[in-house]
Structures are given as structure tokens and as C-alpha cells.
């Protein structure tokens, strides 16, 4: 069986785990206050151009939308978010465990409007009875979004305006966000993150690491308390160094390193099963540009692609028909893509 159901399924990339061979009996201080953690802190802030941004080091996805929600917001404030957001769907009500409200908003493509954003935080304040419900604090983006879509550089400008206005935090999780960083479709960098963003993270699980997320962030108040927040979300590695010595690895080499080279080679893979599919006349559910792709497929053509691959089924098309999602990862073989491309043509 060759997976294609998820860009998490294999260990790390090699150098990764040499570099955690090569320096296994060094001796460091613990909880991330290393010398490995401080040099990737010192290379994101550099892929960042701004050297006062606070960088911590948390271990997975989940812990680190529960721990920036809680640790940004008050407790009667709530988050926006799309209805298919990560926070909103897939962590078990994780930010709601904690006392902050996901205040979902409909989405058809996966990402959020300015117009939405705005229509929900006037609609709040224009209630007179606003203290009687949550208010909303901040504003959840993925990067890229969970159907493999991405934000253009002038919407995320309009809605960091908006969000600034407004007294709204900027939350943009990036699990994925090599993925979406290297796409072709994509005209944002680090730095743009950086200055448009009051908190953003640079996922590792997803991306080459054998675990771990980046979260940059710039708020005074979080420079001083946020790691406060880590630990009481379970979320800080007592061998933090773990997680510094990955970073650095991935991120090292500016333009050029590991990290982008990785989310690189998995678009392209993907883009190779999404010509396959388009060559063989199989419709596309969007116009992803990511390691993500989501052909049409009736219920025949999944039962003769499951025999040998694994896919994830993402909902109802019609009542002949499926979006399914094939994802590949930045270490998916030529050879995997080559064996789906000749089993699409096929059907």
C-alpha cells in the first residue's frame, strides 16, 4: 500500500536525524534556553528581517493553537475562524476546553474574507447587548487553508489592517506553511508574515521534522509571559534543544535551505498527480497549488485506486461522486507518484 492520506506519515528527513545523532551527549540547559534553540531563533528572525521578534518552540500542532489562543486572549474573548479551520474541526474542541469560544464562519473555498471578518466583529459590537455574548479577540488564518489554498499578500494586508484597527490579534497557523510558502501560486514571504501577522508559526511536523512548531510572534506582553503559557499547556520540552537543533537544520541557508527545498519537491509531486488526473478528464474540486489535491471521483474510480493507495475521503460530491484528497509530503517518492499516475490512467 503507498499512502497518499497525509504529509505526517514518515519519520524526518536524514540530515535531521544525523544532526540529532552528532550532538546527542552535548550538554545543554533545558526548556529551550539552549544554544541550538537560539541559533534557529536567530535564523527565523533573520528569514523574518526583524531581529526584536520573540521565537518559542512548541512540540505539536495542537498545543500551539490552544496554547497562542489562551495566552492572547481574555477570558470572555472568542476566535474567528472558518468552519473547516483546523481549530474548528480536527482538535477536539481544544480552544473551547480552554474557555475561548471558535466563532465559525461559513466558508465555500476554505479561507476568510475581510468582508466576513468585518460583518462579524460590527455585528458584536453593534449589538446592544454585547457583553451578553463573546467578543471577539482575534482572527484565525491557516496558511495554507485546509482545502490547499493560500492567501495572497493583498488579502492578508487588508485584513491585518482591519484586524489592527480593530483591536483583533492576527493568528495565522502554518502547519503547513512550507507547502504554502514554496507554492506557485503564492506571492508572501516570512517577512510578510512577520510584519503583517501579531502571531504566526512555522510547522516542522508536517515539513522535514520528526516533530515540533515554530511560533513568532511580536506583542511586548508575550515577549515577558508567553512561555508562562507553554508550560501550562504541557506544551514545553523539558530537552528543548530537540526542537532548536531541527529548526536550525530546516531553516539554515536562508532562500536556499532544507525546509524550502522539501515543500518544494512535494508540490511538484503533487502537481504531477493533478495533471494526471486532469489529463485523464477527472475534474478538480478547486485550484489547489499545494501538496494537497482534491480530484472528483465516483465511487468506482476510489474502490480500484484503494486497492493500492491510500487516500482520505473529504465529503460528498453528489450522489455518484466524492472529493478526495491526495497529499504528498516532503518525502513522497517519484517512484509512489509514478505508480498512482500510471494506475489514474487506468481507470
Keep these: 500500500m503507498i499512502r497518499f492520506d497525509s504529509d505526517y ?7 535531521i536525524l544525523d544532526a540529532l545523532v552528532r550532538t546527542n551527549f552535548d550538554q545543554t540547559a533545558g526548556y529551550g534556553e539552549d544554544a541550538f ?5 536567530t535564523i527565523i528572525r533573520r528569514h523574518c528581517n526583524d531581529d526584536t521578534l520573540g521565537v518559542q518552540f ?32 480536527h482538535e477536539t474542541g481544544a480552544p473551547e476546553a480552554t474557555g475561548h469560544k471558535v466563532i465559525a464562519l461559513p466558508s465555500h473555498d476554505g479561507r476568510l474574507s475581510l468582508q466576513q471578518i468585518k460583518e462579524c466583529n460590527e455585528a458584536h459590537w453593534n449589538d446592544p447587548a454585547h457583553e451578553h455574548t463573546v467578543q471577539p479577540g482575534m482572527v484565525y488564518l491557516s496558511f495554507p487553508a485546509e482545502n490547499g489554498l493560500i492567501y495572497t499578500k493583498a488579502e492578508l494586508t ?14 495565522v497557523d502554518g502547519a503547513r506553511m512550507g507547502y504554502g510558502l514554496t507554492s506557485e501560486a503564492c506571492d508572501v514571504t516570512l517577512a510578510d508574515l512577520a510584519r503583517l501577522c501579531d502571531v504566526f508559526y512555522i510547522g516542522g511536523t508536517k515539513v522535514g521534522a520528526l516533530f515540533g512548531e515554530a511560533v513568532v ?22 530537552k528543548g534543544r530537540l526542537l532548536g537543533i531541527q529548526f536550525a537544520e530546516l531553516l539554515r541557508d536562508g532562500e536556499d535551505c532544507l525546509y524550502y527545498k522539501l515543500a518544494r519537491h512535494a508540490n511538484i509531486q503533487a502537481a504531477r498527480i493533478k495533471e494526471s488526473f486532469t489529463k485523464k478528464g477527472i475534474r478538480m474540486w478547486n485550484a489547489s497549488a499545494t501538496n494537497m489535491q482534491f480530484p472528483i ?23 455518484k461522486s466524492d472529493v478526495v484528497r491526495f ?19 487506468k481507470l
Design 9 to 15: 506519515i514518515e519519520g524526518a528527513h536524514p540530515s
Design 37 to 41: 534553540c537560539e541559533e534557529a531563533r
Design 58 to 89: 512548541l512540540v505539536g500542532g495542537t498545543q500551539t493553537n490552544v496554547t497562542v489562543i489562551d495566552a492572547f486572549l481574555r477570558s470572555y474573548q472568542g476566535v474567528i475562524s472558518a468552519d473547516s479551520g483546523h481549530i474548528n474541526v
Design 158 to 171: 487588508e485584513i491585518s489592517e482591519y484586524c489592527r484597527a480593530n483591536r483583533l490579534y492576527l493568528f
Design 217 to 238: 510572534f511580536k506583542d511586548k506582553e508575550m515577549h515577558r509571559s508567553f512561555r508562562y503559557a507553554i508550560k501550562q499547556h504541557g506544551g514545553m520540552l523539558a
Design 297 to 319: 471521483l465516483t465511487k468506482e474510480q476510489q474502490q480500484k485506486l484503494a486497492q493500492d493507495f491510500a487516500f482520505e475521503r473529504w465529503g460528498t460530491f453528489d450522489e
Design 327 to 345: 497529499c504528498t509530503s516532503w518525502a513522497t517518492r517519484s517512484e509512489a507518484v509514478d505508480a498512482l499516475c500510471a494506475a489514474i490512467e
